[in-house]
């Protein structure tokens, strides 16, 4: 059983509207994530969007020289342009993605090919293409519980209910962050270390989906 903490990276300085709802305090957090996964020999899972990768390269650099996992966050499955864009960019940091995630299900308009050459898919339960290993995710995305009027501690709490009952299960869990989210709803991770200081104390180790591929 695993808990796997996914990390959507998709912010630039020039994003108005994200900026206007939770401001510029990404890279301040990005770097304390890293720190703090450092201090306890946590592995996470990044999932970086081409703009991301186009506009600051030190960024999936910083992910991988941290000892971190590194996939491809699709945000726009009908566009075969967008996977092929992702996948040069990747390749100029010396990365081949094995894995891409979305926020929502696998849509029915979803390119043809998009999914040729990965190995496994971070989404919403639902359909996947065959030949891909999902990973369902059935947790509440911080962002999306912000936006639907819950607190950091409501969500928190949700959370630590949910650990409980997967773990009791012998469910495996991943749990969606965004470290802009974070920089205004918990910028010194305290809600975050204590999901991840739970996940450990009812048996989930803390893992990447590469890591759980089978």
């Given at each position: 059983?695993?808990?796997?903490?996914?990390?959507?990276?998709?912010?630039?300085?020039?994003?108005?509207?994200?900026a206007?709802?939770?401001?510029?305090?990404?890279?301040?957090?990005?770097?304390?994530?890293?720190?703090?996964?450092?201090?306890?020999?946590?592995?996470?899972?990044?999932?970086?969007?081409e703009?991301?990768?186009r506009?600051l390269?030190?960024?999936?650099?910083?992910?991988?020289?941290?000892?971190?996992?590194?996939?491809?966050?699709?945000?726009?499955?009908?566009?075969?342009?967008?996977?092929?864009?992702?996948l040069?960019?990747?390749?100029?940091?010396?990365?081949?993605?094995?894995?891409?995630?979305?926020?929502?299900?696998?849509?029915?308009?979803?390119?043809?090919?998009?999914?040729?050459?990965?190995?496994?898919?971070?989404?919403a339960?639902?359909?996947?293409?065959?030949?891909?290993?999902?990973?369902?995710?059935?947790?509440?995305?911080?962002?999306?519980?912000?936006?639907?009027?819950?607190?950091?501690?409501?969500?928190?709490?949700?959370?630590?209910?949910?650990?409980?009952?997967?773990?009791?299960?012998?469910?495996?869990?991943?749990?969606?962050?965004?470290?802009?989210?974070?920089?205004?709803?918990?910028?010194?991770?305290?809600?975050l270390?204590?999901?991840?200081?739970?996940?450990?104390?009812?048996?989930?180790?803390?893992?990447?989906?590469?890591?759980?591929?089978?």
């Amino acid at each position: 059983m695993f808990l796997c903490l996914r990390v959507d990276l998709d912010y630039v300085p020039w994003d108005s509207p994200d900026a206007a709802e939770f401001g510029h305090g990404e890279p301040a957090v990005f770097l304390r994530l890293l720190d703090f996964a450092r201090s306890r020999g946590y592995r996470f899972h990044f999932f970086a969007s081409e703009r991301v990768l186009r506009a600051l390269p030190s960024v999936p650099d910083a992910v991988l020289n941290e000892g971190h996992d590194l996939d491809w966050l699709c945000k726009h499955p009908e566009s075969l342009d967008r996977k092929t864009e992702a996948l040069t960019l990747f390749s100029l940091v010396g990365h081949k993605p094995v894995g891409l995630a979305l926020k929502g299900a696998w849509p029915a308009q979803a390119a043809s090919g998009l999914s040729d050459g990965f190995l496994f898919l971070s989404a919403a339960p639902g359909p996947a293409p065959t030949g891909l290993t999902l990973f369902p995710v059935e947790t509440r995305a911080v962002r999306e519980a912000h936006r639907g009027g819950a607190s950091i501690r409501t969500w928190t709490d949700s959370l630590k209910t949910q650990l409980r009952d997967f773990a009791s299960r012998d469910r495996d869990l991943t749990v969606v962050v965004r470290p802009q989210v974070l920089a205004k709803l918990d910028p010194h991770l305290l809600s975050l270390k204590d999901v991840l200081a739970l996940a450990e104390a009812v048996g989930l180790r803390i893992a990447t989906l590469r890591q759980a591929l089978p």
